[in-house]
């Protein structure tokens, strides 16, 4: 986004495009959830739909980055983290892909994250982003990976065989 626009936005309240109202609607039908953390007050907000996404009960995240923390797997933690920290640092655009903490009632689950960070006066006061569930695409991406490595594996037999030659009982 060109950085008039979002600083024009930032001034009116972005009524120059849709309303909040169509922008939620939106929003849902793409499944997206939408979230925000303001550094001054270390406020996270998520909506209801990022809330549905990370299978909490509408208006129960406790809206704090220890909360968000705690939903990202542990083994995924550190990546996360540190595209925060690149983004914070440089100022580019957030983009993690993690899994969910494990939970006994549910499969496996995937968020892709993405954010921008908005400063005002020169400095980061907030990042503002989204969330979707990636879970379908990534078993997809982990099933196609699979698929080729058994390819792999059976082209490595077919050569080994051309290879080697023929079976000791055919040759006389």
């Known amino acids: 986004m060109n950085e008039a626009v979002r600083q024009h936005e930032l001034q009116d309240g972005?009524?120059?495009f849709l309303d909040l109202a169509s922008m939620r609607i939106a929003l849902e039908a793409g499944e997206v959830g939408v979230w925000s953390w303001d550094f001054n007050t270390s406020t996270v907000k998520w909506s209801a739909y990022l809330e549905q996404i990370h299978g909490l009960?509408?208006?129960?995240?406790?809206?704090?980055?220890?909360?968000f923390q705690r939903e990202i797997h542990p083994e995924d933690q550190p990546d996360?983290?540190?595209?925060?920290?690149?983004?914070?640092?440089?100022?580019?655009?957030?983009?993690?892909?993690?899994?969910?903490?494990?939970?006994?009632?549910?499969?496996?689950?995937?968020?892709?994250?993405?954010?921008?960070?908005?400063?005002?006066?020169?400095?980061?006061?907030?990042?503002?982003?989204?969330?979707?569930?990636?879970?379908?695409r990534q078993k997809l991406l982990?099933?196609?990976?699979?698929?080729?490595?058994?390819q792999e594996t059976a082209a490595r037999l077919s050569e080994l065989a051309l290879t080697v030659g023929r079976p000791a009982e055919t040759i006389r």
């Open 14 to 16: 972005g009524s120059s």
């Open 57 to 67: 009960a509408p208006g129960s995240f406790e809206g704090t980055v220890a909360a």
């Open 80 to 136: 996360v983290l540190a595209a925060v920290q690149e983004s914070l640092r440089t100022g580019k655009p957030y983009h993690a892909l993690y899994r969910l903490t494990p939970r006994d009632d549910q499969d496996e689950r995937w968020v892709e994250a993405m954010a921008s960070v908005i400063q005002r006066d020169g400095e980061s006061v907030q990042m503002l982003g989204i969330c979707r569930d990636i879970t379908d």
């Open 142 to 150: 982990l099933e196609l990976r699979a698929r080729a490595k058994q």
